[in-house]
């Protein structure tokens, strides 16, 4: 068998540079629109478009291993309808998905919205958004790096949210990295559930905030009861919200065995 092609899809505030460490010959990073993109898009729309594209193409060919982080499991979940391997062989291509993994990701069902339209609901104190502005909850210096239609993550925030094991110097290079993401990606719904037709390795981080962790393991639950699906494979690794950049070696060793579960 070749070897599979991994598609890690980065999280809110980033890009695909943060999966640098990873990269290699197998590996694609689309660039999601969300936070890669100028004006922001209103909606996670472009998001999905880029995800069903890249991985279409090579599922034409080449056994895929999607890779989700944080707010990916969003978009990531609701758009591979159709690219499982079942579906792919029956179409005539030589690939398809043969598995998902998520890391400290959204792992919801269809019909999930995070925040009610036009609202911050759900939302941290972190998410600093244009509302936030207007509301005069910032200062006059904070709210000059506020996009209209954005949600902002400050630097001084970035280690607590999305470092919590990587050292203060570190941690403050890659805060610079961090992007506005689009607000009106929050305040979409997903169409679909591919967990419940792929299978499905989820790696819970136990140094992430721990709100974030109870959080996690009540998705997990939640879907396993939900209905039908392929969850196979629950992983708890000793790191923070991004092991791709605190254990890249473990990451990487883990996602080539999830890939060959199964096989």
């Known amino acids: ?90 179409k005539g291509f030589t690939g398809g998905v043969i598995r998902l993994v998520y890391i400290a990701a959204f792992l919801v069902p269809e019909g999930f919205q995070h925040s009610p339209a036009g609202t911050r609901d759900n939302m941290v104190p972190q998410m600093k958004t244009d509302m936030d502005v207007r509301g005069r909850l910032l200062s006059a210096i904070r709210a000059s790096q506020i996009q209209a239609g954005s949600i902002t993550i400050l630097p001084e925030d970035a280690k607590d949210m999305f470092y919590q094991d990587v050292d203060d110097a570190t941690s403050a290079k890659l805060a610079k990295d961090l992007q506005a993401q689009s607000l009106g990606a929050y305040w979409c719904k997903t169409t679909f559930a591919a967990w419940r037709y792929i299978p499905t390795t989820y790696i819970i981080c136990k140094r992430d905030v721990p709100t974030t962790v109870a959080a996690i393991h009540w998705l997990i639950d939640t879907a396993k009861a939900s209905g039908p699906h392929k969850i196979d494979c629950v992983i708890e690794v000793d790191a923070g919200h991004s092991p791709f950049v605190s254990k890249p070696q473990w990451l ?7 890939a060959n579960r199964g096989l």
């Open 252 to 258: 990487a060793d883990t996602l080539l065995a999830e």
């Open 1 to 90: 068998m070749s070897k599979p092609f991994f598609v890690p899809l980065h999280g809110a505030w980033h890009t695909s540079k943060c999966f640098t460490p990873l990269i290699s010959a197998l590996v694609v990073c689309p660039a999601l629109p969300s936070s890669n993109a100028t004006p922001l898009p209103k909606d996670w729309n472009a998001d999905v478009e880029a995800i069903q594209t890249t991985v279409s193409k090579l599922v034409e060919e080449h056994d895929v291993v999607v890779v989700m982080h944080s707010f990916s499991g969003l978009t990531g979940g609701t758009s591979l309808e159709g690219l499982d391997k079942q579906s792919c062989t029956a």
